[in-house]
């Protein structure tokens, strides 16, 4: 007997349908969604029929996780709620770094690499002297803490990457750091090479000495010496100090812990921030440079403290003839630049014979000093200005030089060293600011390219100018690091 | 110069300058020959030998630590010239050390250090603390490893860390060197929470710190390597 269609058709469905459950079934228990209830309601989602309006399909309780103050609601007018929920957290804060020091673990990042260094890897030339008698010229260097001695003649070709010295003094041992003056014994050709302010030792080498050697001799010097001058007849050594104004004379043999001959220190002797310095022994007469930088000293303040290893030190205390360092607190005021005339001999608050300065001069941080007296010109290297100024030994108050070396030729760049060697009737510049050191005929002028040139590093390697970077600053908005030096 | 401090809020940096007792501002992005655009200078100012500094560009004060005087001078932010400082924090029961200055902002602190009546520590005062006030805190001793301050101190206030450099015992050099990080809420002889770049890393006399938050980096200079280094430090962030 035949089915009636329409039983048929019941009889296909319902088994249809009862094969989706058992398919559903089935995956539900094979993917662990397999709790009796959640069947349920799959069988009744799956009986589900369009209603033709949202309909309620399931419904989860959200993982626990999500609980807690992060998703706590608060009402809008519960600032306390806030404010006790943000101490709140902010002592469970300090109870986890309380637990986290109460286990007496650093973290060890030694290991840690910089992901960018900025330096130059080439040698900066602060300061320059020539050596006549051996035919050697002497730099030193601020960057790498060199010195390096190199023929008189050399001249790097063009094409070449740098000169290599025939010398180098380098190393820890040397007490080389940031070196600002050169001396060259004319007999010995003994080096006395000056530390600015991150030791505080005169070093001396003699012309055999090579790597990482100890100097031959030291003298613990006044705390941020820049400049120096010999007399060889009277057997003086002059330096200047830019931290305490002064120009403080030793033997010129002095060593160790030797005590001054002579100082020059005082409000009245018109010292500011004192650089280079040269002296006229035939006119009896001294010359030093200053960028501006002034405050008064207290009379009869404590002795200028030294550093030794980095440490601050008292030991000179009681030295004859040591620099005061105690500041009169408010005085301080923006010179100009200028170059101070003295007596060879003047000691004590001595006031200048003459002062150049003025903005005829173009001054601009007058650095490097040196005195021609058959011709009766002194010689700055003016950092700043890019240029060497010439003036007559004479010259007193806001006078133009009658000479200046100044232009693209020139190759000057933040000059900070010079060097008159009348023997071969050349001037040397040292100039910090593009791995050269240049050389001229003497009274050359104006936009002159420099006879030779002797370079630590290619021409088209800027030089970063960098010596002894002590803070740094993030410009955040340039994304830029400042540096001051 | 032993000190600079960029303000972001305001776009300017502010320098000591020691030899003519001047605070020195320069817009940001300042070149060549500008001219500082304020000077605190003058007989006022009670500035000796000012060689440090630090900027709260929140509550619009400069902060210089005079070390040989003991004390520090507060000045107010954004004024020139001759001008008095507004709070000297000074006396026997600061017991301080006044070689760096910096300034939390979010916890409203003074971090101060140098060597002091009782050695070389980190001092943290409240930011208004004046007078003769004692620190609320102090950290130092053997197993903090604060000693021989390397130049500046850094504070990222969110978190509260202090970032300071240790040149280790060398007269010029020391593979002790390295940087630390401190918490302002630590008291005593407690141990850095990191070492970076040292003992016996990449530092050989590391000087300042800054910081760069949006980069997750700190940057640092080293005297004997002459040079400036940027570490990639996300943890501290």
Redesign the interface.
Known sequence: MLMPKRGLRMRSGLWLIGVVLGLVGGWLMTTGESSPRQLVRASEAALRRPAGAPQLLAREPLPALMDGPMCEWTPASAEETLLAALQERQAAR?AS?ES??AL?????????????????PYAAYSSVAVDPKNNEVVMTDE???QILVYDRTANTPPTAKMTEPKRIISG?NT?I?FQCGLYIDPESGDIYAVNND??DTLVIFSRQAKGNVPADRELRTPHGTFGIAVDEDAQEMFLTT??DNTVTVFKKLAKGEEAPVRLLQGNQTRL??PHGLAIDTKNQLMFVTNHG???QKVVGGQASITY????ASTAAAGKANWPIG?????????LSPSITIYPLKASGDTPPLRVITGPKTQMNWPTGLAADVERGELYVAND?GDSILVFDVTANGDVAPKRVLKGPKTMLKNPTGLWLDHQNGELWAANFGNHTATVYKIGASGDTAPLRMIRSGPLEEPALG?????????????EE????? | MHSIVYDEINDEYTVPQPFAQALLTFRGGASGEEAPIRIIQGPHTELAEPDRLAVDNINNEIYVPLDLDKKILVFPRGVGGDVAPIRVLKGPDTTIGAEAVAIDTVHNLLVATGVGDDGLKLRIFNRTASGNTKPLRLIGGKNSRFGRLGGPIAVYSPKGWIIATVRGPGALASEEAFMGIWSVMDDGDVPPRWTIGGPKGVFRMPRGVAIDAKNKSIIASDKRLNSVLTFYFPEAF
């Open positions: 300090e770094l986290s020091r007496d673990r650093t973290v060890d990042r030694s290991d840690l690499r910089p992901v960018r260094a900025i330096k130059d960057n790498l803490f820890e007490k750091e991150t030791v830019q931290h500011a921030d930088s002034y405050h030794v290893g980095g440490l105690t500041q009169e607190p408010g005085s301080g005021q923006y700043m960098i010596g002894n970077p002590h803070p740094v600053a993030y410009d955040s908005k340039r690091i400042l540096v001051p030096n």
